[in-house]
């Protein structure tokens, strides 16, 4: 269901929606966060376009663990660890199970957010990227499970997504420079949060614009 030029696709398609949330990122990272977040995702994104046709000719789960590398060693502050244990994440998984089916897609998307939790200590309910990730990870699972189609996944994880994001507008945070603010954080949408809606919006798009995904006339 998913190979290395498709993912080639998304990576750029990434990159481009998180140039074209430029100013919202920096916004709300200035508000509450360490004020790089939009640098450091910036940074890797161009990473990562930068590999560019490397990406096409490596099995997928090489051109993902190859993706993770690039974070580790290119993005500074949180983020690079972050993000870069996801698509290791993703591509151990991958490993053992063939991208064959969206249950298996949906598996390796759970594994790298699991790989977040892991090495960020942190969970959902805490202000950060996780409030966005953690439930579409579940609805991912439970979807695929479900046996909706490609299109129908994509529609209700861009939601999902979303919803995440908003979450984070009410909570208090418990991790990095937020975490200091107290009640002062309040109102304010995480920028990690932000990013990651950025993103799951944009390979939902590919996806939802991909013709081999169009059902059947």
């Known amino acids: 269901m998913i190979n290395s030029e498709q ?19 920096e916004c709300l990272d200035r508000d509450i966060g360490d004020g790089d977040h939009y640098i450091n995702m910036k940074r890797g994104c161009e990473a990562i376009a930068g590999l560019g046709e490397t990406l096409t000719k490596l099995p997928l ?3 993902l663990n190859s993706i993770g590398m690039k974070l580790l060693s290119t993005i500074g502050g949180a983020s690079g660890p972050l ?4 698509f290791i994440g993703m591509s151990k998984t991958l ?6 089916s969206a249950m298996h897609i949906a598996a ?3 594994a790298g957010v699991q790989a977040i939790m892991q090495r960020g200590k942190a969970q959902a309910g805490e202000k950060t990227m996780l409030d966005v990730l953690i439930p579409v990870a579940e609805q991912f699972n439970s979807l695929a499970a479900q046996g909706k189609s490609t299109q129908e996944i994509a529609v209700i994880l861009k939601q999902v997504a979303s ?11 418990t991790k990095g420079r937020a975490s200091g603010l107290g009640e002062r954080v309040i109102g304010h949408l995480d920028a990690g949060a ?6 799951i919006h944009a390979v939902c798009d590919q996806v939802l614009n991909d013709p081999s995904n169009q059902p059947s006339p």
Do not use: W
Request: with cysteine; hydrophobic share 50%.
């Open 61 to 63: 789960v090489d051109a």
């Open 163 to 173: 919803e995440g994001l908003e979450s984070t507008r009410s909570m208090l945070a």
């Open 95 to 100: 490993k053992v199970n063939a991208p064959d």
């Open 83 to 86: 993000f870069a244990s996801f």
């Open 7 to 25: 993912l080639t696709h998304y990576v750029f398609a990434v990159r481009t929606a998180i140039l074209a949330n430029e100013a919202d990122i």
């Open 194 to 199: 932000k990013s990651c809606q950025v993103m």
């Open 108 to 110: 390796a998307f759970d």
